[in-house]
């Protein structure tokens, strides 16, 4: 499949000729959620933004911002991130030939996302202090400095990111009811509203973010954003108001859920339906559960980033692996018992 800047150049800020940075991103599956659609009593679609090249959405608007800073000659991208956007932009940079230097929370990012980081060769640098803080220095930084800004405060992120709508509808006919998606910094919600519009439908947007990281909830900044959910863990979020615009406008809203129930909804797909999230993808989900979706019948949920990317948080919620002796005897009372 080609990449989303080839197969939606008509509807992004690309000209034929412009160089493009891709990876083959979007074109990600949108399958039926039989238990989930059960449980919620509606019929529940899975967005799988998890099957992305470097396991998160963050691609679809990487491509973008990292072709565009090609385009502009710049040398260097810089993020400030939670994990996917420092990931993604570690990816995209090695692919464009750019150097890359990412911002991240010091300890506060899983596992998987460190190493894409590390591995794709971008200088990481753990900031002592949360993402809030990171992404103020960030701007700075690139207004004194010519190197391009990668985080969703570039609109070529939301660019990119529109196009998870399009595929959405495509796949639906353009029949969809509701939309719930887990908000951070709220450039996600932001693009599928742009998306949706643009492609001339409105269907309502829920955004669910994690009960101690919920300043859109509260109305206020939160000065210490706390959740298990850490790619939500934002207590200022840049895109605030076309956020809020988009769930006022939509006839949707925005609501919070506890780290307990983001884990019963993150065990729940995993076991029930087989599709391994990370926990602030399964926000969404356990909004939807928690809240509903008004009266929509047919709801898209967006699963954001792959499991894999947080293997800490699975073992320690997940089961116990089952000790065996290497005798059949044992075996059959492990396996069957
Ligand atoms: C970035 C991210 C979010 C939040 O998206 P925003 O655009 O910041 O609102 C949610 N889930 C995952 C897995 C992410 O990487």
Known sequence: MPGIIERYRQRLPFAHGDPVVSLGEGSTPLVLAPRLSERAGVEVWLKLEGANPTGSFKDRGMTCAVSAAVREGAEAIVCASTGNTAASAAAYAARAG???AVIVPEGKIATGK????LMHGARVIALRGNFDEALALVRELTARHPIALVNSVNDFRIEGQKTAAFEVLEALDGELDALCIPVGNAGNITAYWKGFKEAGVRPRLF????????????????????TVASAIRIGNPARWEEAMDAMTASGGAVASVTDAQILEAYRFLAAGEGIFCEPASAAGIA?????GAGD??????????????DPQTALEHAGAVVPCAP???AIERAVLG
Request: charged share 15%.
């Open 98 to 100: 750019l150097r890359g």
């Open 114 to 117: 460190l190493a894409q980081a």
């Open 207 to 226: 955004g669910f973010q994690a009960a101690g990281a919920a300043p859109l909830v509260h109305g206020a900044p939160v000065e210490h954003p706390e």
């Open 287 to 291: 909004g939807l559960l928690a809240h």
């Open 296 to 309: 929509a019948r047919r709801i898209a949920c967006v699963l954001t980033g792959h499991g894999l990317k």
């Open 327 to 329: 005798e059949l005897e």
